[in-house]
């Protein structure tokens, strides 16, 4: 399966704005929602964004996600030092063998 | 509370076998989807397998097609992972996660259990 792309890691300083793409297909993103995942080290992922750009209940509106073809960007506004983790995007692709999910490579964000 | 608790990881050789279990408590089981996601320490999320509501569709991951099998037991509101033939490229964290029917993300997430695989 194939295996969405993001960039293997960003940095921002507290306070700015910085945004995490998502690289896929017309297969894949282009035809599914994505959804975005924070994980901290030693921890279990956990749900940031959903369909494209919705928030869970608890999650800041500092995060937003968007969605434009076969691309997806997480952005975060008013970056904190708690900001700093891995974070995955991942969607679905329809094959004839079922559907699957496929998750982004990963991108580490570093606070400066 | 909402929750879903891996087990079953630990040491195995290579070849070998081993069944992780997965228990859902606190919402209503049988109407969600579950997967397994893995992930190698310091490395990404690698989706592994899913297993529709009421068990009857399920679906591998490549890498572990035909070396594992997914099942569920909605009476007991647990999910199985049997592994078989495992090799070195097995050894991970393994993740019990949710998925609402008709949903597209994963909004519930175990704490995982470690797979090593020795060669």
């Known amino acids: 399966q194939s295996v969405l792309t993001q960039p293997p890691s960003v940095s921002a300083a507290p306070g700015q704005k910085v945004t995490i793409s998502c690289s896929g297909s017309s297969s894949d993103i282009g035809n599914n929602y994505v959804s975005w995942y924070q994980q901290f080290p030693g921890t279990a992922p956990k749900l940031l964004i959903y369909d494209n750009n919705k928030l869970p209940s608890g999650i800041p509106d500092r995060f937003s996600g968007s969605k434009s073809g076969t691309s997806a960007t997480l952005g975060i506004t008013g970056v904190q030092t708690g900001d700093e983790a891995d974070y995955y995007c991942e969607t679905w692709n329809g094959t004839r063998s079922g559907t699957h999910v496929i998750l982004g490579g990963g991108t580490k964000l570093t606070v400066l | 509370e909402v929750q879903l608790m891996e087990s079953g990881g630990g040491l195995v050789q290579r070849g070998g076998s081993l069944r992780l279990s997965c228990a859902a408590s606190?919402?209503?089981?049988?109407?969600?989807?579950i997967h397994w996601v893995r992930q190698v320490p310091g490395k990404g999320l690698v989706w592994v397998s899913r297993?529709?509501?009421?068990?009857?569709?399920?679906s591998y991951a490549d890498s572990v097609k035909g070396r594992f099998t997914i099942s569920r037991d909605n009476a007991k509101n647990m999910v199985y992972l049997q592994m078989s033939s495992l090799t070195a490229e097995d050894s991970a964290v393994y993740y019990c996660v949710r998925c609402r029917v008709g949903a597209y993300y994963m909004d519930v997430w175990g704490k995982g259990t470690t797979v090593t695989v020795s060669s």
């Open positions: 606190g919402f209503a089981f049988s109407t969600y989807w």
């Open positions: 297993i529709n509501s009421d068990g009857t569709t399920t």
